[in-house]
């Protein structure tokens, strides 16, 4: 059953990135010519997007790795989140990648309980810290992948 909730939702990101990334950014002579006033604010229609996607996949980590028998599919998840992330939002990727370490750690913390064995707990807090230092690193790489695909 997660293995194909996981299958779902890298298909849903693949979908998502097909429909609401933008593969192609401005060139310099394009960003130029918008005038300062024009440029994007912070939160825009495209940062919500993410939210939202960031919120799913969230719930999605912790339940891996309150399943998981090893730390390998948390991380594969974790890692395939994040560079879903960076590839979505190349700039603003710090902050959705921020959010959802949060989201990760307080819906372990708050809406899961603590296992039973000291085998379990340090498998889980392994697969959970790891999965959270990994979503920094996979969503700078998701970004950098996007940035280097849209160069002319």
Known sequence: MLE????ITLLGYILYLRNYADLRSKSKKEQADIPQSRRSPFFDKKLIAGLVMVVFTSVLVVAVVKRAESVHLPYLVAVCAAIAIGFAEPKK?????LVQSVLVISGYFLFTKLPETTSATELENFSLYGSIILTFVASFLGGFMK????MN
Request: proline share 0%.
């Open 147 to 150: 940035r280097a695909l849209s």
């Open 93 to 97: 990727g710090w902050f959705l990648a």
């Open 4 to 7: 194909a909730l996981v299958v």
